[in-house]
């Protein structure tokens, strides 16, 4: 049994009531010890127990740490900590207070990982929408490269930061090892933001990720995972939390994860392809509604190639649009203009080309050689792997009716350029016949 504390100085107002507060609720959970509230509240027993000194205001932080060791309600201390602290005059309480003990933990500060949001964002109202429903369920964002997701997720993970009053995790995947081992480098590095000292850290990665779930469970966070590529890089990361959201951005949908709502990312209409436009480009471009319509056309409305072309007018005012859309007529020099810094639309199919198999590429390659007009029919195929595999890439999109598909503008400009430059791709005479069947079956509904 430790030794009785002090008496609550009850000259330091407010401070003191809120001390007094703090103690009657570890009153009321059994008076734990202060080396085992620091156990389950990953603080120090000394940053605790200050806490309830009434010294001086204890932070935020350390305030709901106190309340979750002793079982009390988060949100409710939250409001009460709010509230104390906007009456407290910073130079009265200085004389009265003595410095917070310093220690490992408490010099970790609030983790505040998330990117820059997207300052032009437009549209995705319905996909908002859904996003907001079910906050405490895990959501994958999936859809094509270039359509928009992780600007999607950073728009509603900013949205919800006001309320992560413990702030946002983020990492990219992308640059990571793939499976298991790809989680216990994310896991790592999560669990020293939220403060677990580096001695403290699990052997694990299933420890790791006992740990980190206990820690989202008691907290107010957001968290964004980028670029997932597999299931078991994130299936430890995920849990279901009253307080905080944790968002998954792939281009797959990562069918292997259960109990996770999943939101499929299209690209968006004409009109809120021609507002992007609108929002980048310089006056005059702006006012042109036609001249939109067709650089939006030419873009295949993608969110990516809408921003990089909106980047490269406004860097070049004096440059007439008509004489750009001139240059772009061939499907080379489209791909050429669609690049800046490091964001290349080109190296953006790149990447997902080089993921098909090789009966998707010679799909692919037959399906770009058709009339751009026309749709290709290929419901006969509806369940063949090679058609779910375009259309899972984004490289094939719906044409208005079962079975019927057109290729993506871009992806239609990228598979002929491969084709300019010599590219070959082996032809199967299965991939012939799903196109010979898909030109009987055009022909028959053009017929009816």
């Given amino acids: 049994m430790g030794r009785p504390e002090k008496p609550v100085d009850a000259s330091?107002?407010?401070?003191?009531?809120?001390?007094?507060?703090?103690?009657?609720?570890r009153a009321r959970a059994g008076n734990p010890t202060y080396r085992d509230m620091g156990r389950a509240a990953l603080y120090s027993s000394s940053v605790l127990s200050s806490a309830a000194s009434g010294h001086r205001m204890p932070t935020l932080q350390v305030t709901l740490?106190?309340?979750a060791a002793c079982g009390g309600d988060r949100?409710?201390?939250r409001r009460r900590w709010l509230e104390v602290s906007s009456g407290l005059d910073p130079e009265a309480a200085g004389t009265s207070v003595r410095p917070?003990?310093?220690?490992?933990r408490s010099c970790v500060p609030r983790p505040a990982q998330l990117p820059m949001r997207p300052r032009r964002f437009v549209g995705r109202a319905d996909e908002l929408r859904l996003l907001a429903a079910d906050p405490a369920t895990p959501v994958v964002i999936?859809?094509?490269?270039?359509?928009g997701k992780t600007e999607l997720a950073l728009h509603h993970a900013h949205r919800l930061a006001a309320d992560a009053v413990d702030g946002g995790l983020y990492v990219d995947l992308g640059p990571l090892e793939p499976g298991e081992r790809g989680a216990r480098t994310v896991l790592d590095?999560?669990?020293?933001?939220?403060?677990?000292?580096?001695e403290n850290l699990?052997?694990?990665?299933?420890?790791?990720?006992?740990?980190?779930?206990?820690?989202?469970?008691?907290?107010?966070?957001v968290v964004l995972l980028d670029n997932v590529r597999d299931e078991r890089q994130v299936r430890p990361l995920l849990v279901e939390s009253p307080h905080s959201t944790t968002i998954v951005v792939g281009r797959s949908a990562l069918l292997g994860l259960r109990g996770v709502r999943r939101l499929r990312l299209a690209v968006p209409p004409r009109v809120e392809a021609i507002a992007m436009l609108a929002g980048g480009v310089p006056d005059p471009v702006a006012a042109e509604p036609e001249v939109c319509d067709r650089l939006a056309r030419l873009c295949g409305d993608l969110p990516l190639a809408l921003d990089i072309a909106a980047r490269k007018l406004a860097a070049r005012p004096d440059v007439p649009v008509s004489l750009v859309l001139a240059r772009l007529s061939e499907p080379g020099a489209l791909l050429d203009w669609l690049r800046v810094g490091d964001l290349s639309v080109r190296d953006s199919y790149q990447s997902t080309y080089l993921g098909l198999g090789e009966a998707a590429k010679a799909l692919l390659h037959q399906v770009a050689h058709q009339p751009a007009a026309e749709p290709v029919l290929l419901g006969a195929f509806i369940d063949d792997e090679p058609v779910y595999e375009l259309a899972d890439a984004g490289l094939l999109r719906g044409a208005g009716r079962p079975g019927a598909y057109r290729l993506d503008p871009l992806g239609r400009a990228f598979v002929l350029d491969l084709r300019a430059t010599g590219h070959t791709v082996r032809r199967s005479t299965r991939q012939e016949l799903i196109v010979t069947a898909g030109r009987h079956y055009r022909s028959t509904v053009q017929s009816a």
């Fill in 12 to 25: 330091s107002g407010a401070v003191a009531t809120f001390a007094s507060e703090l103690r009657r609720l």
């Fill in 65 to 67: 740490a106190f309340v």
């Fill in 75 to 77: 949100e409710q201390w």
């Fill in 100 to 104: 917070e003990p310093v220690t490992a």
């Fill in 142 to 147: 999936s859809g094509p490269a270039g359509v």
């Fill in 189 to 198: 590095g999560f669990l020293r933001a939220l403060g677990v000292p580096v």
């Fill in 202 to 221: 699990p052997d694990t990665v299933d420890q790791q990720a006992g740990l980190y779930r206990s820690l989202i469970a008691e907290r107010r966070l």
